[in-house]
């Protein structure tokens, strides 16, 4: 047997180049001829084909011969042959479920393309593309995320276009009242020499419903509009406890769930310590991990759902679409 | 005085009849009156709604680990409905 394979290697290797130039040939290989969808134990030369098309249609000098120096071919339908590409690799046009961040940051998911007045934009999480509060407007967004590789500027599919804040506990105060009361403390504090100041911040933070952001590309062909392993979206739906889910992220890829707990108030933890109170959030199982933030989660039928941004062990915590894109002035 | 006494004993049936007639707060409203007071407790880390094993409406409260004081104190139901405790780790942003 291992001559046989080994007679027909020869053979094939002979022969490789002319039958690789037929139109519709993408490889060759040395396996067991299949007749009439079985498998038999014959040997022969493999010729993988984009489309199996009639012979009546296919000029005499495209079609495979039936043999080579007596060795016969088969001829399988493969479709074109692409080399596999990963959520973390640059994407040029670049789909939803693809690596994405802020020049600061690590790396997080590219959600989908929404329209805002207009224009295709990338929607993903605050903590994904605006540095959890921390970025300016206009700020460059790399694909992929620089933790996968992605630079400034060679890679800059975006800037930063808004965001909504994310409220922490314990963070700045905005009250003006408070603020005004404090800096007249710390002025006496200084006239007294001391190097004690004090800064009012948050006891009862505001509670968030969305971790969202937007960036707007800065070439329109840079836009793929549908989802990496899942295709375009079809629509938008409420989401509803029991209600089967999908996503497509940066770290895990494809994963399903189901949407576990509706209404859900939730503590979420960011770096650093910071804390932020979310509600009328959804809850599914496990199906992400961290880098797959900004995904975007559809339903059976692909119609958009949530957007992903927070989880632990055991849960995946989605906003609700309708808060984000109320929150954002956004559409499909 | 004898009015507003009047008023209350007419009261009293009437929201009877309303509990009859389904008028009880519905979880939404239960887990609302009741999500501070269960988000104080040490290691409650989210409340929402779910269903019970039983496939019930429930309140499913989510604990960051084993807080077996927490457990204790965890009403078994509120309103009415289930309380379901599940112990699902730290929530982080991914």
Known sequence: MADDVNRIRSILSTHRRELLKRANVVATGVGYKETGGAKTDRLCIVCSVKEKVPPARLPEQEMVPTAVDSTPTDVIQTGVIRALQAPTDRFRPAPGGVSVGHVDITAGTLGCWVTKSGQKVILSNNHVLANSNAAEIGDAILQPGPFDGGRFPQDHIANLTQFVPISFQGGPSECQFANAVISVFNFGCRLISSNTRYKVTKIQAEENLVDAAIAVPLNGADVKDEIFNIGPIQGTVSGELGMAIKKSGRTTGFTTGEIQQVDVTANVQYGAGQVAVFTDQLLAGAMSQGGDSGSAVLDNNNRLTGLLFAGSDKTTIINRIENVFSALGISL | ?94
């Open chain 2, 1 to 94: 005085m004898r009015m507003v006494a009047i008023l209350t004993v007419l009261m009293i049936p009437l929201t009877a009849l309303g509990d009859d007639l389904g008028m009880s707060p519905s979880i939404q409203e239960v887990k609302k009156q009741h999500e501070a007071q269960f988000l104080k407790m040490t290691g409650v880390v989210s409340v929402g709604i779910g269903l019970d094993p039983d496939g019930n409406q429930a309140i499913i409260v989510g604990l960051d680990g084993s807080h077996p004081e927490t457990e204790a104190n965890m009403p078994q139901t509120v309103g009415g409905f289930p309380v379901v405790v599940q112990i699902i780790g730290s929530i982080r942003a991914q």
